[in-house]
Every structure is written in structure tokens, then in C-alpha cells.
């Protein structure tokens, strides 16, 4: 019997030391509505096809999933809505909340956006938020959906958006502190 206590007290101890060692991560997964952020959460965690994404509604207010990562990373993925009136909730009623403790930014831009000057503003708002409650917090910015975008234009276009991109950062006091790509869920980009 001690010999089984002394089993018990040892895989209590190895439960408690996983317990402890387990690192999470808060992700913000932005963008405006429709730019294709649920996509492709669904694809890279979810194991979805490009083409199942198809059936995916819009997501309502901050969708939250635990994905664990590597072993003992978990992600507390956080996928905003982008209807422009979670926005406003996401700036002033919950804005600390949303922005507290972020280690990674993850933006969205549509590329085919009907509306980028608003698109730009809301990514402003985004980063005054970010450096406000999470200064530390990497940011990516993702120029999504450029497979519809004609090949031999794409370099010249991602370009061109990388430069507003950079200037909306500096702008706000990010200088260089972010990386952007060009990506679609029609290919290997997305990864």
C-alpha cells in the first residue's frame, strides 16, 4: 500500500506538472466581414477543404476556440465578426477585453474589398486598440484571396497593398513590427 501511494503521489505530480507547463496563447483573428477569416480558421484547424468553406455562416460577435498546438502550446483563438457593428463594440464597450494580453494579431484584408478605405480604418482602429492593451503583441496582416486576382498582376498589387499596409503601422506607431502576405485558401499560401 505505500508502494501504491507512492504511485498515486507520483502520477498526481506528473498530471500537475502537464497542468503547469501548458502555454496559452491569445490569437485575434480581424478583418472586415466576408474577407475570409472563418475560412480559414476552419482549414488550417478544422482539417476543412477549400471548397466546404463555402457553407460556413458569417461569425456573430468573438467565436472562441482552444486549439492545442505542438504539444503544450494551446491557442486561445479569438475569430472576430466583421460586421461593422461588432466593431463598434469591439473599440469602446469591450475593448479591453478583446485587446487585452494578445500575443498574436492576425488582420485580414480582402483584397477584392468593395470598401478598402473603410477597411484601413477599421485596421487603424485595430492597432490604436492593440498598442493601447497589447503592445508587445506580433502582427501579421494577411492580403487575402488573391487567387482572384489575375497572376501576372498579384506582385505589383500585394505591393502595393504591403505600402499602405506599412504606412497605416507607422502611423501608428508600429514601424516595421508586422508581416504581410499575399494568401489564398485555394492554395499553399494559406499556410
Known sequence: S??????????????????????????LLMGK???????????????????DTMRLAPTLDVEHHHVR?????????????GQDAFYESY??????S???????LIYVLD??????????????GVLEAIEENSPDARIFVLVHKM???????RGLILE???????????????GNSFECFGTSIWDETLY
Open 91 to 96: 473599440f469602446e464597450r469591450d475593448r479591453e
Open 69 to 81: 498546438f505542438l504539444g503544450d502550446l494551446v491557442l486561445n483563438l479569438w475569430d472576430c465578426g
Open 147 to 153: 487567387d482572384l486576382v489575375a497572376e501576372e498582376e
Open 160 to 174: 502595393d497593398r504591403r505600402r499602405l499596409i506599412a504606412e497605416t503601422c507607422h502611423d501608428r506607431g508600429f
Open 33 to 51: 466581414a466576408h474577407s475570409g477569416k472563418t475560412s480559414m480558421r476552419s482549414i488550417i484547424f478544422a482539417n476543412y477543404l477549400a471548397r
Open 98 to 104: 478583446i485587446f487585452r494580453s494578445v500575443e498574436m
Open 111 to 124: 483584397i477584392e474589398s468593395e470598401n478598402p478605405e473603410s477597411d484601413f480604418e477599421h485596421f487603424a
Open 2 to 27: 505505500t508502494t501504491q501511494q507512492t504511485t498515486n503521489n507520483n502520477n498526481n505530480n506528473n498530471i500537475q506538472q502537464t497542468t503547469t507547463t501548458m502555454v496559452k496563447k491569445k490569437v
